[in-house]
């Protein structure tokens, strides 16, 4: 790969979706033994969906949250991630087989090349491991009234993990093996 971009440092970054709604996630909290804590269930379905790619070796992430997925919000994504590279970096972008990133109308930019996963293999996607992170800490045990307030709490979930939560979570030994830092 870094013989077809002389000239540019080549990353290895790693992107999925998330979907979170006001159908919440209950999650497992501290309690004496033989109590039964009660948790808020909210369920209506209204849902929003957070695109994001996401660096384990420095911890940068790009995000866009949306109202749906499919090819045109993935090509906007694509697009803010291209933006935020810039001219002197590439990205080996690792992902899952999703329609809309397989579509004949997504467009990768120059700076951008696709690697999907194997089917079925959520296991070797750190940026899973995000969306727990997020669902145990953030997005659980929780009413949300309004698609704003779901948009705004998405927003300032990911913008509260620092790059080195993000490092920390994401983090794969066979990246080490050989990476340039």
């Known amino acids: 790969m870094r013989q077809r971009h002389p000239g ?13 709604g006001q159908q919440g996630t209950l999650t497992r909290t501290w309690a004496l033994r033989g109590s039964r804590p009660t948790a808020v269930r909210q369920t209506e379905y209204k849902w929003a969906y957070v695109f994001a790619s996401i660096c384990p070796a420095t911890g940068e992430s790009v995000a866009l949250i949306a109202p749906t997925v499919n090819t045109h919000l993935m090509n906007a994504h ?8 810039g001219p002197d970096r590439h990205a080996v972008l690792i992902l899952d087989g999703a329609g809309w990133h397989k579509s004949n109308g997504l467009v ?12 079925y293999s959520p296991e070797l996607n750190p940026v899973e491991r995000v969306w727990r992170w997020l669902r145990d800490r953030t997005l659980s045990n929780r009413i949300l009234p309004a698609d704003a307030e779901l948009d705004a709490l998405l927003a300032q979930a990911m ?9 920390s979570i994401c983090h794969v030994d066979w990246l080490d093996h050989g990476h340039e830092r």
């Open 8 to 20: 540019q440092r080549v990353e290895v970054w790693f992107q999925d979706e998330l979907r979170a």
């Open 108 to 119: 990768v930019p120059d700076n951008i090349t696709l690697r999907h996963l194997p089917p």
């Open 78 to 85: 694509l697009r803010h991630l291209s933006e935020e590279l």
């Open 159 to 167: 913008n509260a993990i620092s790059p080195q939560r993000f490092r």
